[in-house]
């Protein structure tokens, strides 16, 4: 059984200071899909797209193991397209540029064979579109959920309802503090806990990521890197990282969370090391594995 | 042999959204000392009070195994202050007086008992004072300093001249980046190696420290807190609860390192976790311990 994706795909223009691309590979469901595909296929891929949307994109995708009978192709329609430019210590970005285009209309209806699916992801775009999208899921299924600023400020109503149905939150540090309306993260987990997600995850950047279940804490170690060159997607291939491993071990446990915590990191840091997805694409597994136990042995530590 | 702590003591009027403390024991030496009084004694602490230093004060640190015959008290003077003003979010602080009164003299003499100290603690003082202290020693000593960016921008030169003789240099992510005049961080441990350091620990408050040696990096966990009244003092407490368990156990491999950089961590949890120096009062070696395991457990994955 596949994995669904649900999220937006873009052309990104995109400027850092080493370099500039335009009109690449993005969008949260484009992360999240390259991301998860090294774990285990098919990935269910929901999105929209126009008719711009370049062939060698549809290609990429399908050669990572994303079946693409959920996207939808609009004629005459114009993708999505965002334009972001980093600043010189990488963590503070300005949006030049967020053209909807097709996105504006898009109504997502889940094909069939994605309905049964057991393991949802739901990037981040309008919580009603991600209500809508489990309101056509069959069966149990486990969600993993992002979402951002812009939601929390001007869409709370939905998203109070969408939480409701999300197992795991995946946000970072400051929409954490924005959705709670509390600065201390343990106090907003306890929130956060009352409005729905068994499981809270804050990514925190460069400084790692936080765990909060019922019973316990993880702190994921930060994986300090010497070069970063495009932030961009980062989060997102967080969360397909972690989705794509609990997909593969189909094993929901607290201590298995926490190595899909690292997959994810791992996925994170293979993302900011070239621009737009590009180092997602044509890894080997094993490299993935190395990068995980490279996590694990920055935090290691004898108790003596 | 003791523990040789250098630094200021001073008076702190804090306030933060919780509560206000007037004239409290505050001051780098003291943090420093206290922390460290819980691994080894004693602590031979230099510093320079005015007559109106409570002698409460000096009974505490009498009680927490502090050897004073290094602490010059000037008769008429009045004892270094500082205010300051925490905000909400308690990461960001406002100073609202500096006084350094009796420290603008301060002309460090090293008593000839702690000359042959083999561990040495510079607390954030004047560079030059740092130095003077350096050169009375006899004998080989492991130096741990400390600055801060008011002397990275004022003091460069001096400063420079003390790198080459530190052995570990503890700082914060801003004053790293300043200093090496370098955002990311493992080029900046690069460029603050060439500077004399062989070992850099970069404090990142809330998101934990980092470890950098010539042969690794270790990532220590953040330790997330509920109740963090007043996080004066935390630095302090982290490089207090460092060097002495290094003093403690004598042990300068890597591996000794990073659990000491969890004990100092886990001094520093102690100690914003009430106001002025409370939290480093009169503990039990249990509840470090204790603590320092409740560290490795935040961060502890199984590989499967």
Redesign the interface.
């Known amino acids: 059984m596949g994995l669904l994706v649900v999220g937006s795909l873009g052309l990104d223009t995109v400027e850092t200071p080493f370099d500039k691309v335009e009109n690449a590979l993005g969008g949260s469901a484009t992360y999240i899909s390259l991301a998860a595909s090294y774990f285990s296929g098919p990935i269910y891929l929901m999105g929209v797209v126009g008719e711009d949307f370049p062939q060698k994109y549809i290609h990429l995708l399908e050669n990572h193991s994303v079946d693409l009978e959920g996207l939808q192709i609009v004629n005459g329609g114009k993708t999505f397209r965002w334009s972001g430019k980093y600043h010189?210590?990488?963590n503070v970005r300005d949006t030049l540029l967020t053209e909807l285009n097709v996105f504006e209309q898009f109504n997502p209806e889940v094909p069939d064979k994605y309905k049964k699916s057991k393991f949802v992801c739901l990037g981040n775009i309008d919580p009603a579109l991600q209500i809508k999208v489990l309101d056509q899921m069959e069966g149990p299924h486990f969600v993993v959920g992002d979402t951002m600023n812009y939601w929390i400020e001007g869409r709370k109503e939905k998203l109070m309802e969408l939480l409701k149905r999300v197992n795991v939150l995946i946000i970072n540090d400051s929409e954490a503090?924005l959705l709670a309306k509390e600065?201390?993260?343990?106090?907003a987990w306890k929130h956060i806990r009352e409005m729905g997600p068994e499981i809270l995850i804050i990514k925190?950047g460069?400084?790692?990521a936080?765990l909060f279940t019922d019973e316990t804490?993880?702190?994921?170690?930060?994986?300090?890197?010497?070069?970063?060159y495009d932030p961009t997607g980062a989060g997102d291939s967080f969360a397909g990282g972690f989705i794509g491993y609990l997909h593969k071990t189909q094993d929901l446990s607290t201590?298995?969370m926490?190595?899909a915590v690292?997959y994810g990191s791992a996925m994170a840091s293979f993302c900011v090391e070239k621009f737009s997805t590009k180092g997602l694409e044509g890894l080997e597994y094993f490299r993935v594995q190395d990068r995980f136990?490279e996590f694990?042995n920055?935090?290691r530590?004898?108790?003596?």
């Not at 600065?183 to 106090?187: H, M």
């Not at 804490?217 to 970063?228: H, R, V």
Request: proline share 8%; no cysteine.
């Open positions: 010189y210590d990488l503090r600065p201390n993260l343990i106090k925190k460069e400084h790692g936080l804490i993880f702190s994921a170690p930060a994986y300090p890197m010497e070069m970063i201590e298995n926490k190595r690292v136990r694990l920055l935090s530590v004898d108790e003596k």
